[in-house]
């Protein structure tokens, strides 16, 4: 089959590569997430993935730390979490770099927009880590903006969740799940998609998102291949 898409934006939440373990790496379940992403590649599709960093930290929850500083540590626990996924990656045979908005030399790239286009263009992952380099943003926002940035076709985001509901499913039995949404019914509605300036990052850019469950990682092949999963978010004119 051919695929709908020639390059995405996939958003792994850091809480997705820790499993069962809830916390930290589970190594056999980044391989998992990152087997369909190879069958992605070899189709062709040009894959970029944000990571969050949640299995790792999780400061301002606590509200006792220096917002900018709990921020800051977040960043690093994505580039934990990018050099993980890049190691699965290249396991499977998948050649990958990691670009980080904070400068760490010594263990991944520098982002630089067209140097990420280039690698994407040459059939390389790139796995993006640190957010946007900038405290107040969360991982969500750095996905829009890389999407925005790379000219992704769409941003994909992957859950625990098999899509966008009304209310939560886990607390309400009779939850409502949507197919399909405008921006204007998640921003006025409050929908727990992402946060309000990723969604409005991709209202202003025309960038649809995917959200779907990645229970199933083979979900992310059946993304690409446009079967009807998870709940499209899109331009009401679309």
């Not at 599709?45 to 999780?58: H, P």
Request: proline letters at 4%; charged letters at 25%.
């Amino acid at each position: 089959m051919q695929p709908k898409y020639k390059r995405i934006l996939l958003k792994l939440s850091g809480e997705s590569l820790a499993g069962k373990e809830e916390r930290g790496i589970d190594f056999d379940t980044v391989l998992k997430i990152c087997e369909p992403i190879k069958e992605c590649v070899d189709m062709g599709v040009q894959v970029a993935i944000v990571v969050g960093g949640g299995n790792f930290w999780r400061g301002r929850s606590s509200g006792k730390m220096d917002r900018t500083r709990a921020d800051h540590m977040g960043m690093l626990a994505t580039t934990i979490n990018a050099l993980g996924v890049a190691d699965a990656l290249e396991q499977l045979g998948v050649p990958v770099r990691v670009q980080t908005a904070i400068s760490m030399q010594q263990v991944a790239e520098p982002y630089i927009r067209n140097r990420a286009v280039r690698h994407l263009e040459k059939g390389r992952v790139v796995v993006f880590g640190c957010g946007t380099g900038n405290p107040f943003f969360s991982t969500d926002t750095a996905a829009a903006l890389r999407a925005a940035e790379i000219d992704a076709d769409i941003m994909m985001k992957a859950t625990m969740v098999d899509g966008v509901y009304d209310c939560d499913p886990k607390k309400n039995a009779n939850a409502v799940k949507y197919d399909t949404l405008s921006f204007t019914e998640v921003l006025s509605h409050d929908l727990k998609v992402m946060d309000g300036t990723a969604a409005t990052l991709c209202r202003d850019n025309k960038l649809p998102i995917l959200v779907f469950s990645l229970e199933d990682p083979k979900n992310i092949t059946r993304a690409i291949l446009g079967e009807p999963i998870g709940t499209i978010v899109k331009e009401e004119q679309e």
